[in-house]
């Protein structure tokens, strides 16, 4: 089964400003960066065949370059961005897309969705509030539109319902806890302390 992660980005000058709270633009970058690290390190160490990331960003194309992954640069709205590479994502079985800002992702996650894509067409791991989208897995790769923004999880439900496709919820506390605002920091901050999780953004907060 050959799948194909896919890692769309924003430019960093304007990602996560719900965070501004605590965090200058600087620091806003760096967690970004140090979030891609955690998830590139997870897919990599998966039984995906291929990672591509998608962005407009120097800084987030070099990086993810430096993990050996593909690359595209071009500056469209993330769904835009996944329709974009819809000619290489359709070489592979499967496509399975990721935010940024799920650093607890494990390998173990891209490796059991991959697994269930045997039964199923579409798997869903929502975020910790049931209204994001935190993984999308479509067998085959672009089967469906995506609708990653406001109320995802709904809407691509709903989206796979209308198409007759074959749907599994994937159900991960890790998975779900997606770093938008500084509740979300907290809380993936507790988690990672009380389950001994090392990750890489952590080491941002470890002086704090």
Same mark, same amino acid.
């Given at each position: 089964?050959? /799948?194909?992660?896919?890692?769309? *980005?924003? @430019?960093?000058?304007?990602?996560?400003? $719900?965070?501004?709270?605590?965090?200058?633009?600087?620091?806003?970058?760096?967690?970004?960066?140090?979030?891609?690290?955690?998830?590139?390190?997870?897919?990599?160490?998966?039984?995906?065949?291929?990672?591509? *990331?998608?962005?407009?960003?120097?800084?987030?194309?070099?990086?993810?370059?430096?993990? #050996? *992954?593909?690359? *595209?640069?071009?500056?469209? #709205?993330?769904?835009?961005?996944?329709?974009?590479?819809?000619?290489?994502? !359709?070489?592979?079985?499967?496509?399975?897309?990721?935010?940024?800002?799920?650093?607890? =992702?494990?390998?173990?996650?891209?490796?059991?969705?991959?697994?269930?894509?045997?039964?199923?067409?579409?798997?869903?791991?929502?975020?910790?509030?049931?209204?994001?989208?935190? =993984?999308?897995?479509?067998?085959?790769?672009?089967?469906?539109?995506?609708?990653? /923004?406001?109320?995802?999880?709904?809407? @691509?439900?709903?989206?796979?319902?209308?198409? /007759?496709?074959?749907?599994?919820?994937?159900?991960?506390?890790?998975?779900? =806890?997606?770093?938008?605002?500084?509740?979300?920091?907290?809380?993936?901050?507790?988690?990672? $302390?009380?389950?001994?999780? !090392?990750?890489?953004?952590?080491?941002?907060? !470890?002086?704090?």
């Amino acid at each position: 089964m050959k /799948g194909i992660g896919i890692i769309p *980005v924003k @430019h960093l000058n304007y990602a996560k400003s $719900r965070l501004s709270n605590i965090l200058d633009t600087n620091n806003r970058i760096k967690l970004c960066l140090l979030m891609l690290t955690d998830v590139l390190n997870a897919l990599t160490s998966s039984k995906l065949s291929s990672i591509i *990331v998608i962005s407009p960003d120097s800084r987030v194309l070099s990086l993810a370059r430096s993990f #050996g *992954v593909d690359t *595209v640069s071009v500056d469209l #709205g993330l769904n835009e961005s996944i329709n974009y590479v819809k000619n290489i994502t !359709n070489n592979f079985d499967l496509s399975i897309v990721t935010p940024l800002d799920i650093p607890l =992702i494990e390998p173990m996650d891209i490796n059991r969705i991959i697994d269930l894509s045997l039964n199923y067409n579409v798997i869903i791991s929502p975020s910790r509030d049931m209204c994001g989208t935190n =993984i999308l897995c479509r067998k085959p790769p672009n089967n469906m539109e995506t609708f990653f /923004g406001d109320l995802s999880f709904k809407k @691509h439900i709903d989206e796979a319902t209308r198409r /007759g496709l074959k749907i599994k919820i994937y159900s991960s506390l890790r998975v779900s =806890i997606d770093i938008d605002s500084s509740r979300d920091l907290d809380f993936a901050l507790k988690y990672c $302390r009380e389950h001994n999780v !090392n990750k890489r953004f952590i080491s941002m907060f !470890n002086s704090k």
